[in-house]
Every structure is written in C-alpha cells, then in structure tokens.
C-alpha cells in the first residue's frame, strides 16, 4: 500500500525537500522514524479522511510522531515547493496549457479554527472555502483558503500572484497564462483592470448582461478540479484547528491530482 501512495518517482522528487533534523549534540535518543513512512502517512490521513489517531498500526509510527512531522514540514514549507517542483515536470515535458487559467471556489463545512465563518450556502453554518486556479486543463496550478463567507473575487489576486515560476520545454520559467476565465463572482472593474495590466487577456462574466452558462465550455475544467480535489476526503469537512493545517492538506491534494498527469 505504502508503494501505492507514495511511487519511488513520487518520493524521488519529495525526498530532496525534506527538512534536515537535528542531531543532539550528545547523541543518543529515540531512532527517528523514516521519513517516507511519515510522509506515506499523511497521504494515507489525506486520501482516507480519517483521524490522526486512527492511523493503521501497519505503519509503525505513533500518531504523535506523524502529527508532529507533518507540522514541522508545513511550517518549513514543504508542501509549495513539493506542488511546485511536480509542476516543474510537468512544465518542462510541456504539459502545462497557459492558453488560459480558470478560478473558482468552493463551500467546506468546518468544525472549527481559524479562517472560518457563516457559509451562505449553508444555513450560516460554519465552514470555510478553497480557492483554485488552474490551467486550461484542469492542472492546479495555485490554491487557497479563506473563511466560507469571504466572496470569491478577493481570492483572485493571491491566486494569481501565487503561482509559481514554472519551467517551460522552452525559454524562460512562465508564470502567466495568456487569458483568464472567471464567473460573475469576480465581475469587479478594479479586477479586471488589474488582471490586464498584468498582460494577461479577461474574460470574466459580467453581471446582468451574460447568461450564467455562456462561460461553461471553457470554465467546466474548474469544477472537475475541485471534483478531483474532494476525492480527497480529508478535504470535504475542514477538522484542521490550524488553517495552515487545511491549507497544507490542499496545496498536497493540489500536488498529488497534477503528479497524476505525469502518470498517464
């Protein structure tokens, strides 16, 4: 199962971002678990959805030990540079469409933590909302998580300004796509005059002029993203107090649906 979760090819390209531990000074102490198997296990946490102490003995690894690594990892930022070096692959096997990036967002509900609010969608329980933007074919290329009743059109320039400089099969690293697709949610003037100063082409809905479904031939790859992405079960209801924790966890999901393209 562990082969299943995590490939060599996989691990090959996580193993070198790994943060280096200490050694104590005096030596001694507990052996450190092996940090594949940690990192199997908090793919397995992500996949299945279940609960830190629910992890299966046949891992070996104390759920302390697992939730720790995961936490120091997040703090030294694994998980960008992982979903950015995944990118890289794939940028420089030509796989990425910059053509177009298409964004959008999506309701969790969540039990509690920070970065959370009334969801609108859903009777003013609690939750919070991730934010995708992606390549012309789905490919995540940055995410994001803010409270569910923050409105989509602020996630649109962290998205943007997070995606990485990506290796191309030729010329310089990209890290603009030639246009971008959004609904009637980011239909806001200050956007747009942003988005083209920035050089990129918009094609945002404009409210009370185009049809909701006008759009769809081109933004329908957004929401077979996030249909990818809640395949992930640890994604559909936020447990995370922490949300660097949750954030960690998409931008992982994020990393693991785009090393799937370099599989097929």
């Known amino acids: 199962m562990s082969r299943r979760l995590v490939p060599d090819e996989l691990w090959a390209l996580a ?6 531990h200490g050694v104590r000074p005096q030596g001694g102490g507990p052996v450190r678990v092996d940090d594949r198997a940690v990192f199997t296990a908090i793919v397995f946490v992500l996949a299945s959805g279940c609960a830190w102490r629910y992890l299966p003995p046949s891992f070996g690894i104390t759920v302390p030990t697992a939730h720790r690594r995961f936490t120091e990892w997040t703090k030294a930022g694994l998980w960008p540079r992982l979903h950015r070096a995944v990118l890289d692959e794939l940028g420089g096997q030509g796989m990425i469409d910059w053509s177009r990036a298409v964004c959008d967002g999506a309701s969790v509900r969540a039990k509690k933590g920070d970065m959370t609010g009334p969801n609108p969608v859903d009777r003013g329980k609690s939750g919070s909302k991730i934010h995708v933007l992606s390549d012309c074919a789905g490919l995540p290329l940055s995410v994001a998580v803010s409270a569910a009743n923050t409105n989509d059109s602020y996630a649109l320039k962290p998205l943007l300004m997070a995606i990485p400089a990506i290796k191309s099969r030729r010329g310089p690293r990209r890290r603009k796509p030639g246009k971008l697709h959004a609904d009637k949610a980011y239909d806001q003037a200050d956007l747009r005059k942003w988005v083209r100063d920035r050089g990129i ?23 077979r993203s996030i249909a990818w992405l809640f395949d992930y079960h640890r994604l559909t209801t936020r447990y995370d107090r922490h949300a660097n924790h949750f954030c960690a966890f998409l931008t992982l999901t994020a990393t693991l649906t785009c090393y799937k393209k370099l599989t097929y």
């Open 15 to 20: 193993e070198p971002l790994i943060p280096e």
């Open 201 to 223: 082409e918009v094609r945002i809905a404009r409210k009370g002029i185009e049809s909701s479904k006008k759009l769809g031939k081109h933004r329908w790859v957004i929401e």
